[in-house]
């Protein structure tokens, strides 16, 4: 850590590049999670009040499902994820539906980095600069579910 701390302008770059990726991930944990703990609870619920089980597909998971397109269902493309310049480049416009994309995705890539920019700034390239940004990117989360 003490060469990030030596080259500040490796440093910053690359925490706003990590930003950018966990602001990506984020996006997903903020719409899929709810969903799927909706799904989870409808289950439980069956299953206390003793009712038929009826089957329900579950919704996308957070991790292993590829991201696709909330309306036709295509999936994206490699190109299609890449955190901010994806949403630019598509000009906030699905590719397949031709729907808007919520400014959502954008907001919180955006938002991500420029937290992790300043938990690395004021706290450094060590633990308590690692802390502030696993902190902000929990909050970031929580604010948007």
């Known amino acids: 850590m003490a060469f990030l701390d030596q080259h500040p302008g490796l440093g910053f ?25 909706e799904w989870q609870w409808r289950r439980d619920a069956r299953e206390i009040l003793e009712l038929p089980d009826i089957y329900e597909p579950p919704p996308p998971g ?30 906030g416009k699905s590719r397949y539906s031709g729907k808007p994309i919520s400014i959502q995705y954008p907001l919180v890539e955006l938002l991500t980095s420029i937290l992790c920019v300043a938990s690395v700034w004021r706290f450094g390239f060590g633990w ?18």
């Open 62 to 91: 957070i991790v292993v499902e590829p991201s696709h397109d909330p309306v036709t269902g295509d999936k994206l493309k490699w190109w299609e994820n890449i955190p901010v310049l994806s949403w630019v480049m598509l000009r």
């Open 128 to 145: 308590q600069g690692f802390g502030a940004i696993v902190l902000s990117c929990f909050l970031v989360a929580m604010s948007g579910i």
């Open 13 to 37: 770059p690359a925490a706003a590049g990590l930003g950018l990726l966990i602001g990506s991930f984020l996006n997903v944990v903020i719409l899929r999670l709810p969903k799927r703990m």
